[in-house]
């Protein structure tokens, strides 16, 4: 079993840029898919980016196609979040997860372990 944790949040204006770390313990990262997903006050989770066991096969949601990148580094264990250009409605609780499955997919059901997440708050 796999213990995830996140850091790396904050407060940052519209436009900055933060870099979101989640470190994985307990089992070697390179046996999991990993994902980041995301909270809003009073929203559902919702899936923001994903990587494979090896990082060539990467997914991202829409909303954040060209400002985020999801990339990892199996030697150490962790996963990295680049946030650019940020928006007021980025503003979230993000959390990495981590799947069994051989094929990293965007929905919640399919990834077993959670980080505790990391509050992410764009605003002026």
């Known amino acids: 079993q796999v213990q995830l944790a996140e850091s790396g949040g904050g407060l940052v204006q519209p436009g900055g840029s933060l870099r979101l770390s989640c470190a994985a313990s307990?089992?070697?990262?390179?046996?999991?898919?990993m994902g980041w997903f995301r909270q809003a006050p009073g929203k559902e989770r919702k899936f923001v980016a994903a990587?494979?066991?090896?990082?060539?096969?990467?997914n991202y949601a829409d909303s954040v196609k060209g400002r985020f990148t999801v990339s990892r580094d199996n030697a150490k264990n962790m996963v990295y979040l680049q946030m650019n250009s940020l928006k007021p409605e980025d503003t979230a609780v993000y959390y990495c997860a981590a799947t069994s499955r051989l094929l990293v997919g965007s929905r919640d059901y399919e990834y077993a372990y959670w980080g505790q997440g990391t509050q992410v708050t764009v605003s002026s």
């Open positions: 990587i494979s066991r090896s990082g060539g096969g990467i």
């Open positions: 307990g089992r070697t990262l390179s046996t999991y898919g």
